[in-house]
C-alpha cells in the first residue's frame, strides 16, 4: 500500500467516526433449535484446498477465567459508544468468555504475530460502523505492541469520513473505508437524515469511497448489514425500479434482501473486475441485533449477562441475510479462482447471535450527543468481537500457507 505519509508524529487517539444503525426491528424468539441447520451448514463449505481443515466456526462460548487481551484502561482508543465499563456496567462475566472450536484449538491472537504477517502490507475495513467496530477491536489488541499513526485527510465538517492510519514501524496501513450500502447511495428524504430517513441505492453501481481506493490493499474485509433496514428506493441502469418501506402505492415493493443482494453482487463483480487487484477479501458475515421486549426506537434493550444456554432459534431474517451474502460470496470465490483471487468467508453469524450479553446496551453513548443509547448493535471492547481478529488472523496465516503451495 503506497499512502502518502504526513510529517505528523502523533500517536492516535481514536475517534473513528460511526452512526448508530437506523430501523431495526428486531426481537428475540424463545424457541429452542439449533441456530443454524445442517443445510445452512453446507451453504457455507469452503470447499477444495479447505476440506482437511479444521472448521472454526463450529464449536461453542467456553469459559475463560483468564479473561480479555486488553480493558478500557489498558486500552485509551475506546470511544464512548462501545466503552461500555467507562458508563458504569456492572457485570464482568461477558469478558471472560472465548470461542472453543470442536476439535481443534482457535489460537489466541498474536499481536506481534500479526504486525509481522502485514509488515509493508495493507488492509481495509469496508462497511458500515460495525465493521469499524471490529477495526477498533484490532487496535487494542495491536496497542500493547504499538500504536498508529493517523495519516487520513479528513474535513473538520464530515459527520462520515474514511480513516487511514499507518504503523510506521512495521510499514502498516490500517483504513476504515465508511460505505454502509457498499453501492452507491444518496439521501432522498425531503426532512433530512434520520435514523429511519428515506435513502436511494443504486445497486449496479459500487460506492467510489472504497472502489477507487481498494486495489491497492493485500487485506480487505467486507461487511455491512443493519443499514438495509431503512426505507430505500432501489434504481438500476439508473431507472427506478422499486423500493423497500418506502410506502409510496405506485412504486413496486421489493424486499430488503433484494437491495442485499445486489449489493454484494455488484461489490463483488467490482473486485473481480478490477485491474491489478491482488488482495485477498474477507467476507464477515451478518451480526445480528438482541432486541428484547421491543425495538431500538420503542424500549428494545437487550439486558442479558450470560450467552445463550441452550441455542436459540435464529429468526427468519437474519438467516436470510445470512444466505443471501453467503450465495454471492460463493459464486465470486468460483470465479476468483479462476483468475487468482481469493475469497475467504469469516462466518460470525449463528456464534454471535449466541452472545446476546455482548452489546453496549445503555452502557453506551450515542457518536454524537452526550447521552446513553439502547445499542444492540454494536458491540463492548473489550468483548466477543474480539474474536472476530482471532478469526482474521487464523484465516491470514492459512491464506499464506495455500499461496505457498501455490
Known sequence: MKFHQTNCHKFLVSTLSLIFITSIPLILLKNSHPPLSSSLRRSTELGGDDDDKCDVFSGKWVIYPQGPYYTNETCPLIIDQHNCMKFGRPDLQFMKWRWKPFGCELPLFDATQFLEIVRGKSMAFVGDSVGRNQMQSLLCLLAHVTYAEDISNKSPSALIYSTHLFYSEYNFTLSALWSPFLVKYKESDPEGHSFNSLMSLYL???????????????????????????????????????????????????????????????????????????????????????????????????????????????????????????????????????????????????????????????????????????????????????????????????????????
Open 204 to 406: 449496479d453501481e459500487a460506492d467510489e469511497e472504497w472502489a477507487n481506493e481498494i486495489k491497492n490493499f493485500d487485506y480487505v474485509i467486507i461487511s455491512v448489514g443493519q443499514w438495509f433496514f431503512r426505507p430505500l428506493l432501489y434504481y438500476q441502469d439508473g431507472q427506478l425500479i422499486g423500493c423497500h418501506k418506502c410506502n409510496h402505492s405506485n412504486i413496486t415493493s421489493l424486499t430488503r434482501y433484494y437491495g442485499y443482494k445486489m449489493a454484494f453482487q455488484t461489490t463483488f463483480k467490482t473486485l473481480l473486475g478490477l485491474k491489478n487487484y491482488e488482495g485477498v477479501t474477507f467476507l464477515r458475515t451478518f451480526s445480528a441485533a438482541h432486541f428484547e421486549n421491543g425495538d431500538w426506537n420503542n424500549g428494545g434493550s437487550c439486558d442479558r449477562t450470560r450467552p445463550f444456554t441452550k441455542e436459540m432459534k435464529i429468526e427468519e431474517y437474519n438467516k436470510e441475510f445470512y444466505l443471501t451474502q453467503v450465495e454471492e460470496f460463493r459464486k465470486a470465490k468460483a470465479e476468483g479462482i479462476q483468475n487468482g483471487l481469493r475469497f475467504v468467508l469469516i462466518n460470525v453469524t449463528e456464534i454471535m447471535w449466541l452472545r446476546p450479553d455482548g452489546h453496549p446496551n445503555r452502557y453506551g453513548h450515542s457518536m454524537n450527543r452526550n447521552v446513553s443509547v439502547n445499542d444492540c448493535v454494536h458491540w463492548c471492547l473489550p468483548g466477543p468481537i474480539d474474536t472476530w481478529n482471532e478469526f482474521l488472523v487464523y484465516l491470514m496465516k492459512r491464506e499464506l500457507l495455500l499461496r505457498e503451495k501455490d
